[in-house]
């Protein structure tokens, strides 16, 4: 193998990603048809699911494990999520964000981008219900002598029971480094580079406990399914379950981790970037 590989070889150069989201990519997600985009986003929900609830077993080895090595385990577990995303082609509400950059470069409108974003947002959400109901109605709760049922519900009720400005905070770091994920995964060029570009930010972030909207849509839909589910073995570890409805779903966590989740694509990828790759080339 030569000595001399330049970096074009390895791997797309920064500048040529930002391009390529501005100008490609990004674009093309904008002119889905309805139907298209709505379908592709009920894929990703589910895809995001599959990998929650990995995160969640991992999760319930913390007291063999010791708790850094448990959320490393689910962190690695659920990036699989964005990979079935990635190679698939499945439409994701938090990547999607990144569509912010053709509007900076006016190759998309406004209006086109909300568009996407509320289909691929409801897509995402669908999905993500489809897989908690599938789940709900199987013995996995008694998993581990309940315990992936234990852990299921205590992870809804913590999410529910963050102030607005700590679900908005998370939300932000969260995003940001899922769009990192999905930028190193376009510098890769090949099915291993790619499975690593994902990996590392999206397990970084999950093993944080950042507060991901997709991933919410199943984590904490997840946890009332089990609080409905009548389980009083698991149902009477707790004494707090009033504060896990549908309400504090939606307005105590959903929405400020939504806002969360754009901002941090928003300023934190989509300003920085094309500031540095696009707008000082324009000029």
């Given at each position: 193998?030569s000595?001399?590989i330049s970096?074009d070889e390895?791997c797309?150069k920064p500048?040529k990603?930002a391009s390529?989201f501005?100008f490609?990519s990004?674009p093309?997600k904008?002119?889905?048809s309805?139907?298209?985009?709505?379908v592709?986003?009920i894929?990703?929900?589910?895809?995001?699911a599959?990998?929650?609830?990995?995160?969640?077993i991992?999760a319930?080895?913390a007291?063999?494990m010791?708790f850094?090595l448990?959320k490393l385990?689910?962190?690695i577990?659920?990036s699989?999520?964005l990979?079935?995303i990635?190679?698939?082609?499945?439409?994701?509400?938090?990547?999607?964000?990144?569509?912010?950059?053709?509007?900076?470069e006016k190759k998309?409108?406004?209006?086109a981008?909300l568009?996407n974003w509320?289909?691929?947002y409801?897509?995402?959400?669908v999905?993500a219900?489809i897989v908690a109901?599938?789940?709900a109605?199987t013995?996995?709760?008694?998993g581990?002598?309940?315990?992936t049922?234990?852990?299921?519900?205590?992870t809804a009720?913590?999410?529910t029971?963050?102030?607005?400005g700590?679900?908005?905070?998370?939300?932000?770091?969260?995003n940001?480094?899922?769009c990192?994920a999905?930028?190193?995964?376009?510098?890769a060029?090949?099915v291993?580079?790619k499975i690593?570009a994902?990996?590392f930010?999206?397990a970084?972030?999950?093993?944080?406990g950042?507060e991901h909207?997709v991933?919410?849509?199943?984590m904490?839909?997840?946890?009332?399914f089990?609080?409905?589910?009548?389980n009083?073995?698991i149902?009477?570890l707790?004494n707090?379950?009033?504060?896990?409805?549908?309400?504090t779903f939606?307005?105590d966590?959903?929405?400020?981790?939504?806002?969360?989740?754009?901002?941090?694509?928003?300023?934190?990828?989509?300003?920085?970037?094309?500031?540095v790759?696009?707008?000082?080339?324009?000029?």
């Amino acid at each position: 193998m030569s000595e001399n590989i330049s970096f074009d070889e390895l791997c797309n150069k920064p500048n040529k990603i930002a391009s390529d989201f501005a100008f490609k990519s990004m674009p093309n997600k904008a002119s889905f048809s309805p139907l298209k985009a709505f379908v592709l986003a009920i894929a990703a929900g589910a895809f995001i699911a599959f990998g929650a609830q990995g995160s969640l077993i991992a999760a319930t080895g913390a007291d063999v494990m010791g708790f850094g090595l448990a959320k490393l385990l689910g962190g690695i577990v659920f990036s699989t999520g964005l990979m079935l995303i990635v190679f698939s082609g499945a439409e994701l509400f938090t990547g999607n964000a990144l569509i912010g950059i053709s509007v900076l470069e006016k190759k998309v409108s406004i209006w086109a981008l909300l568009k996407n974003w509320i289909l691929v947002y409801l897509g995402n959400f669908v999905g993500a219900l489809i897989v908690a109901f599938l789940i709900a109605n199987t013995t996995m709760y008694h998993g581990g002598y309940d315990a992936t049922g234990i852990i299921g519900l205590k992870t809804a009720i913590n999410k529910t029971n963050l102030t607005f400005g700590q679900a908005f905070c998370s939300g932000i770091l969260c995003n940001w480094l899922v769009c990192m994920a999905v930028w190193m995964a376009c510098a890769a060029r090949d099915v291993v580079g790619k499975i690593f570009a994902i990996l590392f930010p999206i397990a970084t972030f999950a093993m944080s406990g950042y507060e991901h909207c997709v991933a919410n849509m199943f984590m904490v839909s997840n946890g009332l399914f089990i609080k409905n589910g009548g389980n009083e073995a698991i149902l009477s570890l707790f004494n707090n379950l009033d504060t896990l409805t549908i309400k504090t779903f939606l307005v105590d966590n959903l929405i400020p981790v939504t806002l969360g989740n754009i901002i941090g694509a928003l300023i934190f990828v989509v300003g920085l970037f094309w500031v540095v790759y696009l707008k000082e080339k324009n000029n």
